[in-house]
């Protein structure tokens, strides 16, 4: 097969990150005789510094292209000003929206061997695996108007939380076929009590239930999930919402798997099945760590579990996926780990270490 993508190292610690994500690439491609074709474009910070633009059109472009978009991470201090008018954040919103990649998948994986790297008691997290499918391109990131504005009383902003009924079902499609292939259950996440888009929400949820009669559907308020997150994470299989609600119950939900350098996501732009795999943009959650970066101690697993999550879905190879992740599990197992990661009496190790250690692993 053609691994046919582009590739967007970005900011930070993106280059360290996504040069282990393709080294681990062009060995589980040579090992299965896959062709490689990948093209390199700017995104974020390193855009602007270098054509004023966040998401230059030629990126776009080549993305469009592609079968599949793999991304480290944008982001860099010097533009946190908001009188700054480009920010590298701006083109990874842009990116989204001109793929049309509306669902983003999140996987919590709890590893055994981390069961003890995480604050929280290891009977509590203990055997969780959720996965989150988040609204990607509507919400209050999107909606309109969003503007700031001075009034003679002082400073004034509003952001629009607008959502359509065709945005809901479609991602609410995607998050029943996905539990229907898991522990057929699904939480659908809301505000109900107060928003009139969550109550929207969840009337679609209901009615595509419907549907579904083999995958139990159950609604909860967005307070309540980030509280049961932390207190019974195994409850959860499947978790469908909102852009913002899921941003931040994905960040929260990252406690669980011991560190953001742990987790992947996958942005797609349909649902995944084995016979039309999706086109999807691959990113780890984890953001651009600029005070980290060229120091050899960024985690590269959630940026090597990313191309797991994309030879799946994007390509169909799920052998291949599983074997990736399987490596990662047994290199874990064997104490090796990076410094946000690092527990006593296990052996720490570097970015590139780290890398050239699930390599071996998915090799032997």
């Known amino acids: 097969m053609e691994i046919k993508i582009t590739v967007l190292p970005g900011d930070g610690i993106g280059p360290e990150v996504m040069a282990e994500g393709i080294k681990l690439l062009g060995a589980i491609a040579g090992k299965y005789s896959h062709k490689l074709s990948l093209d390199y474009g700017l995104i974020g910070a390193s855009a602007i510094a270098r054509t004023g633009s966040a998401l230059p059109e030629e990126t776009l472009k080549m993305c469009l292209a592609s079968k599949a978009v793999l991304l480290a991470a944008v982001g860099d201090p010097k533009y946190d000003d908001p009188a700054v008018p480009v920010h590298p954040e701006d083109g990874l919103l842009a990116l989204r929206k001109g793929l049309g990649v509306f669902a983003n998948l999140r996987p919590v994986v709890v590893f055994p061997a981390l069961v003890d790297n995480t604050t929280l008691k290891p009977e509590v997290i203990r055997g969780s695996d959720i996965l989150f499918v988040r609204e990607l391109t509507g919400g209050l990131y999107f909606g309109k108007p969003k503007r700031r504005w001075q009034t003679k009383k002082g400073r004034k902003a509003v952001d629009s939380l607008i959502y359509s009924e065709e945005e809901i079902e479609r991602l609410l499609r995607v998050a029943f076929e996905l539990a229907r292939s898991r522990r057929k259950k699904l939480t659908s996440v809301d505000k109900a009590n107060v928003l009139l888009s969550s109550r929207l929400w969840r009337e679609i949820a209901g009615e595509i239930a419907s549907e579904y009669p083999d995958v139990k559907l159950e609604h909860m308020l967005v307070d309540s999930c980030a509280l049961k997150l932390v207190q019974t994470p195994t409850y959860f299989d499947v978790i469908a919402t909102e852009n913002m609600f899921g941003d931040i119950l994905t960040d929260e939900a990252a406690v669980l798997a011991g560190s953001m350098g742990m987790l992947p996501s996958a942005s ?47 390509f169909g190879l799920y052998r291949e996926a599983e074997e990736i992740e399987e490596a990662i599990r047994h290199v874990l197992e064997e104490g090796y780990r990076t410094p946000d990661i690092m527990a006593p009496g296990k052996t720490e190790v570097g970015t590139r270490e780290m890398g050239e250690f699930v390599r071996k692993e998915v090799l032997s």
């Open 268 to 314: 797609l732009s349909s649902v995944p099945d084995g016979s039309s795999p999706a086109f999807g943009l691959y990113e780890p959650v984890h953001g651009s760590a600029p005070a980290i970066a060229g120091q050899n101690i960024a985690n590269p697993i959630a940026t090597i579990l990313t191309v797991a999550l994309m030879l799946r879905y994007s």
